[in-house]
Each structure stands twice: as C-alpha cells, then as structure tokens.
C-alpha cells in the first residue's frame, strides 16, 4: 500500500559501518517513491553516521552512541523522542532486530511505524541482508523501485582528494585491516601473506595502503612497506576514504567496511572471505559493479555464527588462500606503471 502525505521519515539503523551501507537502499527507495523533497532523518552510531556527511538525501542525523542505556538515562534517546514530540513523523523505519530498541521505537512519535516490532523481515532462501532489510519496508514501496535501489554514497570532491594526497591516475587500494586487533579474528588474512602480496604488487602498480586512526600498531606490523606503496593509514576521515576507494581501478580488501564502500561506489572488488558467506554479507552485487569474491571454499566454510567457529583455532580458510592467488585474479583488470 502507498501511503499519502509522506513528508517527513525517519530510519534507525544503528550499526557499523558495513551495517549502515547495508541500510542505504531505503533512502532511494524512499525518495523514488514519494519525492525528492521528503526528509529524512537517520539514527545512528556516531562513527558510521560519518557516511551521511556529504550525503544531501539526509536532513538530520541523531547519534545513538550508547544503545543499551534504558531511555530514562539516554539523553541521546530522549533528545529524539522530544524532537518526535515537537515535530512527529510521518513514517519510522526500524531496520534493527534487537530487543534493546523496541522501548525507543514505542516513545518516538510517528504516524507510521514499520520494522521489528511491527513486522518482521520476511523469510527468504539464502539472502543477502541488503534484501532481507528491504522486506522491512516492502509494503509501502512499488516492488520494481524497491528491486533497483542500491546502496550510494557521497565522497569528498575529487579534485580536494587529489590536492591532499596527490594520488596517481590508477592505483589500487590495500584494506588490509579487519578492525579487530585484539585478538584473534577468523577473518584475517596472514599478516605475512599481506607482505607477500605487497611485495609482488608492487613492482608492477601503484598501491595505496588505507586504514583507520588508531590502527597503526597493526599497519606497522606489515612494515617496510616496499618503495612506491602510498601510506594513507590514519590519514584521511570518512568522505575522503569514499573519494579515495571510488577513484581507484580496484581494492583488495578484508571482509571488512571499506569492501562495501568499494561495492557502493562501483570500484572493482577483490575480497578475502573464509568463514563469513558472501551471499549474505559480502560487498554487494549490483549491475554497475563488479565483485570477485576469492575464496578457498573449503568444506568446513563458511562457519560464521556456528559452533564450528567457536571451536576453531587456525583459520585456514584464509591461511590458504595464497598471495599468488590475489596476483593472478587482479592482473586481467588493472592498469600497469607507465
């Protein structure tokens, strides 16, 4: 059912960074359905509400830092629930499952609400979350602006970038990192694999190293970097990181955030998976974008959220997935060194 008179609309989606771009199909949804003047305003974490920085689809944006806290010592939650108040909204989209945010969802003041509680994501065979979020709001959206909304993001101008950085014409991206240093994460490639592949890429193309601010103990393990490897860990916030992944001729990256920047922004995507599926949480294939997923597809993969996983204590699932094995799938697609 299309609803009437939507003007203002706002989404809770409180999650990491990959978490968020997995929400990204509602804003043009919603905008193909009821017009581009609508307004949208988003609850979120503060660091991956860093995406919505240059974004013009979203009108307000309401951190949610500490999404446990019961509201009456939320200040952050009573804030939005007061705005609601003052000025209630048309339609409230939950696109969390968790029971931590129904109290919130049940004070915020809307004429429609959709989500969990209200309903529940419809069940399906083996979906991505990309489509088993989009059930959330598939009542109110016409099925074919529904099945071609994809993920999009805006970056920092081009030409700031390439002021900052001074980035070559074609270069590929290395994410090696999966943000958890910790401890041990099956997800991670070998730190000396990375090394390897370093060295082998290198000779032969540009590269440039991404990585966030306060991962740097990790990056340094993959030190000396070779000669003509570009080091922009720590150095570039949120909408530049968009920028600089969108400009590239290819990423090679972890099962981590940036991979579904890259797949957002249409760069061709190289990356790593062993006991995460894919099919349900990879960078996102869309018909402007290219994914390669490169994968031992060993028997016991994928494992994630089984008790496969719990007892696992060599990830060799990413451990045999060979430097080589990156060289030869990217040498088809990207431009050498003059």
């Known amino acids: 059912m299309i ?37 949208i305003d988003w609850i979120g974490t503060p660091a991956a509400s860093a995406l919505f920085k240059l974004d013009p689809r979203i009108n307000q944006i309401f951190h949610l830092k500490h999404r446990r806290l019961p509201i009456i010592l939320s200040r952050e939650k009573k804030n939005i629930i007061k705005h609601s108040k003052k000025e209630p909204y048309d339609v409230l989209i939950n ?19 959709y989500g969990m509680p209200y309903n529940q994501i419809r069940g399906m065979p083996n979906p991505h979350v990309i489509d088993s979020l989009k059930t959330m709001y598939e009542s109110f959206i016409d099925t ?20 900052k950085f001074n980035l070559p014409t074609h270069y590929i991206v290395i994410n090696a990192s999966t943000s958890h240093h910790r401890k041990f994460t099956h997800r991670a490639w070998p730190v000396e694999h990375w090394k390897q592949l370093l060295k082998l890429l290198a000779p032969t193309y540009h590269l440039v190293i991404i990585g966030g601010k306060g991962e740097e103990k990790f990056f340094d393990s993959l030190l000396p970097y070779p000669q003509s490897v570009i080091n922009l860990v720590g150095k570039s916030n949120l909408p530049e990181l968009i920028t600089i992944i969108r400009n590239a001729e290819a990423i090679i990256t972890a099962d981590t955030g940036p991979s579904h920047i890259a797949s957002a922004v249409n760069t061709r995507t190289f990356a790593l998976f062993g ?28 494992c ?7 007892a696992c204590k060599d990830n060799q699932c990413m451990k045999q997935i060979l430097p080589s094995d ?12 003059n």
Do not use: M, W
Request: hydrophobic fraction near 35%; include cysteine.
């Open 3 to 39: 609803l009437e008179n939507i003007k203002r609309i706002l989404i809770l989606r409180c999650g990491a960074l990959g978490e968020t771009i997995f929400a990204l199909p509602v804003l043009e949804a919603l905008r193909q359905q009821y017009g581009e003047n609508i307004k």
């Open 95 to 113: 696109l969390e499952s968790g029971h931590i945010f129904y109290p919130l969802v049940e004070k915020i003041v809307a004429t429609h609400k």
């Open 144 to 163: 074919d602006i529904k099945g071609k909304s994809y993920p999009i993001l805006y970056g920092t101008e081009s030409s700031l970038v390439q002021q």
């Open 275 to 302: 006991p995460s599926n894919p099919k349900g949480t990879g960078p996102y294939p869309t018909p402007f974008n290219a994914i390669h997923i490169i994968s031992k597809n060993l028997e016991c993969s994928p």
């Open 304 to 310: 994630n959220a089984t008790e496969r996983i719990k």
């Open 326 to 337: 990156v060289y030869e799938a990217i040498k088809p697609f990207v431009t050498q060194k």
